[in-house]
C-alpha cells in the first residue's frame, strides 16, 4: 500500500464554522507533512509531524491546529477561516524525517465562504 | 534563506521537440525530487536524485542532478501531450527542528500538435 489518503476531497465551511481535515498512511512512515497550495502555485510547508510530535511549525496561524492521533493518522482542524484560506491542502508521508521522498495524498479542495 | 528557482515557468512545446527544464537551488542539498502536477490534481513523485550526477529516465523524461553546481535538469524528449502538467522541483529544507521539502515555483508545460 503506498497511498496516502485524504478527507474529505472538497469541503465547503463558512467563516464561522469548525471542520477537520483528515489524512491515513499505512506505509510505517514516521513523517507526515501538511501543505497549502494556492492556485498556480507551488505548494508551501505548513506542519511538519515526527513520530507523532510536531517538529516544524512554519509560523501558521492558530485558525488551523494541526494533530497527530497516532503513527497513521494526521488531522488539521480549522476555526474561524478566512476566504483567503481557500486552497488545495496536501497530506503527504515519509519513511523518515532525514530527506527521503515523500508521497502525497489527492488533496481536499477547501473553499471558504 | 533556502530558494528553489525553476525555469522557464511557463513552456509551450510543439509534439516532437526536445527541451530542458532548470531548478537552481540556494542549499548544499544532495537530495533532489521532481514531481508532476495535472491542473486539479495532487502531486506525483517523477525522480529522486540522491547524488552528484545522478541521472534518471522514464519514458521520455531524464532527469541529472549536479550538486556542486546547485543545478538539476528535466530533459523532455520527442514532446507528446500527455506531458502537458506542471513540474516542480524540491529540495530538502533542513534545520534543527527537522527537514521538509521547499518547492520550486513549478514550470507549466503545455504540448501542442
Known amino acids: 500500500d503506498t497511498e496516502v489518503t485524504q478527507t474529505p476531497k472538497h469541503l465547503v465551511m463558512g467563516m464561522t464554522n469548525k471542520k477537520s481535515l483528515k489524512c491515513e498512511q499505512h506505509?510505517?512512515?514516521?513523517?507526515m507533512y501538511w501543505y497549502k497550495q494556492k492556485a498556480k502555485k507551488p505548494p508551501e510547508l505548513m506542519f511538519v509531524?515526527?513520530?507523532?510530535?510536531?517538529?516544524i511549525n512554519e509560523s501558521v496561524p492558530s485558525r488551523f491546529s494541526p494533530e497527530c492521533p497516532n503513527s497513521s493518522l494526521l488531522n488539521l482542524h480549522l476555526h474561524a477561516l478566512q476566504p483567503e484560506d481557500s486552497a488545495l491542502y496536501l497530506c503527504?508521508?515519509?519513511?523518515?524525517?532525514?530527506?527521503?521522498?515523500?508521497?502525497f495524498g489527492q488533496g481536499t479542495r477547501l473553499t471558504v465562504v | 534563506e533556502l530558494k528553489v528557482e525553476q525555469n522557464p515557468l511557463f513552456l509551450s512545446m510543439q509534439e516532437g521537440k526536445n527541451y530542458t527544464i532548470y531548478c537552481n537551488y540556494s542549499?548544499?542539498?544532495?537530495?533532489l525530487y521532481w514531481y508532476r502536477q495535472d491542473p486539479g490534481k495532487s502531486l506525483e513523485s517523477l525522480f529522486v536524485?540522491?547524488?552528484?550526477?545522478a541521472v534518471k529516465q522514464e519514458g521520455r523524461l531524464m532527469a541529472s542532478l549536479d550538486t556542486k553546481a546547485r543545478l538539476s535538469t528535466l530533459h523532455i524528449t520527442a514532446a507528446v501531450h500527455d506531458l502537458s502538467a506542471t513540474y516542480f522541483c524540491?529540495?530538502?529544507?533542513?534545520?534543527?527542528?527537522?527537514?521538509?521539502?521547499?518547492f520550486g515555483k513549478g514550470t507549466t508545460l503545455s504540448v501542442s500538435s
Open positions: 524540491a529540495v530538502d529544507f533542513i534545520n534543527q527542528a527537522g527537514t521538509a521539502l521547499i
Open positions: 509531524y515526527s513520530y507523532e510530535k510536531l517538529s
Open positions: 536524485l540522491l547524488s552528484n550526477g
Open positions: 542549499t548544499t542539498s544532495d537530495r
Open positions: 503527504a508521508s515519509s519513511q523518515e524525517l532525514d530527506r527521503t521522498e515523500a508521497f
Open positions: 506505509m510505517g512512515h514516521r513523517a
